[in-house]
């Protein structure tokens, strides 16, 4: 039976959906100031193969990933760009949009922008204030009073006594507690603002979230995931604001992806330490990429580097190796079959691709040994649910910076009919110079009855 680590719960469960086949997911998206990097990255993957696997077990699927498209810091990038906030944001979603796609991240059903719930936010604000769980303070802004939800910190596990204003919460003092937080921002000069009951202002960055879930997917549902790095606070607020506005339970289980790592720290733009996801495709493909980040356990530290990625490139290698010439067709699943069978077993178990890649790999070591173009076909269709092995075998073997090496896929044609010219009149060591010159340029070339065919090293 499919089960979950539930964050929540910190243990595995059962997935039980609320309403039978029907699932909704909410995920937390971007903050479209800059280009996503590798950690975005992770996000985009791990949540767009767990939408993959849900309809592959049968489910019908509703996925809202939203898009934080105001607060300070797209303020504060627009007014440094000098452009307005909006043209900033729409650059940088046509951004993040392109690079899902190279990805191969599916499109989610719902993609809400923060600007086009503010009505809802409002409502929400209005019924926490009347609930006793929100106050306006005399400066215009609007917070949440935390001590009035006492089983706040049960997602993080942290207490209220470990929560105090040094560290974690800034110090302000139209807050009636340090611990509260800010769900409605009075309007400063030269910032966008919107109309409201508590006069003009924007919303605080957690409310947003609560209420495009609430409002697309209902005040009860299924499957709450993002990044471990918003479980605090985000993610506690969100359970905070939703269940004191509308009396029940917000979310049955919480779903989080662990850190991108370099040199052992978190990959993130207040650390400067990042690589955006452009600039890894520029010399990565991309499917090289996601099955980077699909080999891992999405609950396990992604540690980013040249030699993993390349080791990453080798293995999808050998997959497609496997698969080269051999048919393209991926037949319907037989969950029954021994390497279905694991496979599903597997991703059943909280999702585990490491497990599933291994499979993947001894299915593709029995083609290798038989031959057989039925296998072929059950590892395309695996590989498939993961958004992998989709594409001809040989234009991906044969993928790669050959033009910056100066050999772009017609010199190395033109290359292979010199050495088979030079073969058939005995000129055997030019033969074997230009394989020797194609080998150095990291280009292999193999013979068989059929021809000379060639690809990456």
């Not at 069978?341 to 585990?352: E, G, I, Q, S, T």
């Amino acid at each position: 039976m499919l089960s979950f680590y539930n964050s929540l719960t910190r243990r595995k469960e059962s997935f039980i959906p609320i309403n039978p086949g029907y699932v909704g997911l909410y995920v937390c998206g971007m903050t479209v100031y800059d280009y996503c990097h590798l950690g975005h990255a992770r996000v985009l993957v791990v949540f767009d193969m767990l939408v993959r696997w849900l309809r592959a077990s049968g489910f019908r699927v509703t996925y809202v990933r939203n898009i934080t498209d105001i607060d300070d810091k797209i303020i504060k990038r627009a007014q440094e760009s000098g452009e307005p906030y909006t043209a900033l944001t729409q650059r940088f979603i046509d951004a993040m949009h392109e690079d899902g796609g190279r990805l191969g991240v599916l499109p989610p059903e719902h993609e809400p922008r923060a600007t086009e719930y503010v009505g809802e936010m409002l409502d929400m604000i209005s019924r926490l204030i009347a609930n006793g769980h929100a106050y306006a303070a005399d400066n215009g802004d609007v917070y949440y009073a935390v001590r009035s939800f006492p089983t706040y910190g049960r997602l993080s596990g942290k207490s209220l006594d470990e929560l105090n204003a040094g560290e974690r919460v800034e110090v302000d003092p139209y807050k009636r507690d340090p611990l509260d937080f800010v769900l409605w921002k009075a309007a400063k000069p030269g910032e966008p603002a919107w109309p409201s009951p508590w006069g003009p202002g924007r919303p605080g960055w957690h409310i947003e979230c609560s209420a495009m879930g609430s409002r697309l997917l209902g005040e009860h549902f299924d499957i709450h995931g993002g990044g471990q790095d918003l479980q605090f606070p985000h993610h506690e607020n969100e359970i905070a604001q939703s269940e004191g506005a509308h009396r029940c339970t917000f979310v049955n289980y919480w779903l989080h992806n662990g850190f991108v790592r370099i040199d052992n720290e978190k990959m993130s733009k207040s650390l400067g330490n990042f690589f955006t996801i452009r600039e890894v495709l520029e010399r990565y493909d991309a499917e090289v990429v996601r099955f980077f980040i699909l080999r891992a356990h999405y609950r396990s530290p992604l540690n980013y580097s040249d030699a993993h990625l390349d080791d990453a490139r080798g293995a999808l290698t050998r997959l497609y190796t496997a698969l080269r010439d051999m048919p393209l067709n991926a037949p319907e699943m037989d969950w029954d079959a021994p390497y279905a069978a694991r496979f599903k077993a597997a991703m059943d178990d909280d999702l585990n691709t490491p497990e599933a890649v291994a499979v993947l790999f001894d299915l593709a070591a029995e083609i290798n040994r038989t031959h057989d173009a039925a296998l072929a076909g059950q590892l395309r269709a695996l590989g498939g649910i993961l958004g992998l092995l989709e594409r001809d075998a040989g234009t991906f073997l044969q993928f790669g910076p050959v033009e910056s090496a100066g050999y772009a896929p017609e010199r190395i044609d033109a290359l292979i009919a010199e050495r088979i010219a030079a073969k058939k009149s005995r000129d055997f060591a030019r033969a074997d110079a230009i394989r020797s010159e194609l080998k150095t340029a990291g280009i292999l070339l193999e013979d068989s009855p059929q021809g000379t065919t060639w690809r990456r090293a």
